[in-house]
Structure formats: structure tokens, C-alpha cells
């Protein structure tokens, strides 16, 4: 597949579990509306008819209910579904693609966390996005233990049943952060690390301020 031609921008946002990527999202959502920019926002795993049900399979269940490369198949499944539905189309029209979490992910969970070989990571990758990548990767960083405690109250608090992933074990977890900050080293020009360690209209603030110097446009309100 070769990388799609795009006038919109692509950004991403990465973070281990509670970093409140999902507040922020919104947040520069509606940051960027207000200047005018068309916004779809998505998320993964998810964002087109058949990764919303891929994404089902993924998120509920006993924690060993798939094998770490079966899981990394059906993400990258799910992934191409959201591409080619969702995310090129978008950016095709000019709009500016804000992502719930993306491949980065993959490498952190099912590489750094479950040890599929991140290599084979690669290749999934350069099979299924090709050279595309995001303009933007924001990686929200946060103490594991604040992230957990944030992401069990929201659990608590909706009711939600997709906690598949948070109930993995401390060192897990541990595992992810530190792949997320060494994801970042590697792609200094694509990666920026946030401190979620804030509140959520500091954190935003960063965030904002990221955008314009990276992407480079002109934003009132920094
Ligand atoms: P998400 O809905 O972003 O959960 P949260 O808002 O709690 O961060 O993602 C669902 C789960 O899927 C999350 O626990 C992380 C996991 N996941 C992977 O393990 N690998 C991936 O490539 C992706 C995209 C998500």
C-alpha cells in the first residue's frame, strides 16, 4: 500500500490507560473547530463498521482470551478497515484526523507489554499503513499508579465492561510507559511526550501549544 496524498493532518494520541487522552481529544477538537478546521475525531481499535466489531472481540473478556499475535492480527485487521473507511477519506477531504490511540499502541501493548517481536510489529505495519504515518504522535505520560487509579474510577463510574486490558498486571503496565517514552526517543520529529500529570486544562494548554510549533499553523489562543 503506498502512503495516501493528504492536504488534512493526522494526529495521534498515544498513552498508557487513564492518561486522558479522550478529554484531550475533545479538547483540541474543539480548539481547532473554533479556528475553522474540519475535525473527525475516532479512535482505535474501532472507528469504521467492521473494527467496531473487531474492537468488541478485543476489549472484554478474560485477559488470555487471545494469544499476544492473534491480538496483533486482529488490530492490524481492524486498523486497515479504519484506514481505508475512515481515516483516508477524511484526510482526502482536508480534514484533520484526531486518533484515539494507533499503531504506537500495538508496539507498547502487545511489543513492550506482551513481547511479540517488534520486528514482526514492523512488518505488520509496512503491510497494512505502508509509508503513511501520523504528522503527529502526542504520548500523554503519566505515573502508572494515577493512571490506574483513574481509569478504575471511570470503569466504576460508566459501568464499562472494556477493561481487558487495565486488569493486566502491575509490571505490565510499567512495561507500557516505558515503551511509550522509548517509542518516543526513536521518533523524535513524529513524537511528542505530554505530562497528563495535570489538570486536564493545563494538560490541553501543552497540548495546544505542541500543535502549533510542530504543525505549524497559525492558532490564536495558545
Ligand atoms: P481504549 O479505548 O483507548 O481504552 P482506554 O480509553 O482505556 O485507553 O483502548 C482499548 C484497549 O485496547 C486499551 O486498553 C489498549 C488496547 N489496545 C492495544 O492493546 N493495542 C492496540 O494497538 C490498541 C489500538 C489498543
Known amino acids: ?9 493526522f494526529i495521534t494520541f498515544e498513552g498508557g490507560e487513564g492518561t486522558g487522552k479522550t478529554t484531550q481529544i475533545q479538547l483540541l477538537a474543539e480548539g481547532l473547530r473554533a479556528q475553522g478546521y474540519e475535525v473527525v475525531t475516532t479512535r482505535e481499535p474501532g472507528g469504521a463498521p467492521g473494527a467496531d466489531s473487531i474492537r468488541s472481540l478485543l476489549v472484554s473478556g478474560a485477559t488470555d482470551k487471545w ?9 492490524f485487521a481492524a486498523r486497515r478497515e479504519h484506514l481505508n473507511k475512515t481515516i483516508w477519506p477524511a484526510l482526502r477531504q482536508g480534514a484533520w484526523v484526531l486518533c484515539d ?5 500495538t508496539m507498547a501493548y502487545q511489543g513492550y507489554g ?11 505495519y509496512d503491510a497494512v499503513v505502508g509509508a503513511f504515518a501520523p504528522d503527529l504522535t502526542l504520548i500523554l505520560d503519566l ?5 490506574l487509579d483513574r481509569a478504575n474510577a471511570r470503569n466504576t463510574e460508566t459501568a464499562s465492561r472494556e477493561d481487558r486490558f487495565e486488569r493486566l498486571d502491575r509490571s505490565f503496565h510499567e512495561r507500557l510507559r516505558e515503551g511509550f517514552l522509548e517509542i518516543a526517543r526513536q521518533s523524535p ?16 494548554a501543552s497540548i495546544w501549544k505542541t500543535v502549533e510549533s510542530r504543525l505549524d499553523t497559525r492558532m490564536a489562543g495558545a
Open 189 to 204: 520529529d513524529r513524537c511528542a511526550v505530554i505530562s497528563a500529570d495535570n489538570s486536564p486544562d493545563v494538560v490541553g
Open 114 to 124: 506482551h513481547d511479540v517481536p517488534k520486528a514482526l510489529i514492523q512488518s505488520l
Open 1 to 9: 500500500m503506498n502512503a495516501e496524498r493528504k492536504s488534512g493532518k
Open 101 to 105: 490511540r494507533f499503531s504506537d499502541s
Open 143 to 147: 505515573d502508572v499508579e494515577t493512571g
Open 67 to 75: 494469544d499476544p499475535l492473534s491480538e496483533c492480527l486482529l488490530l
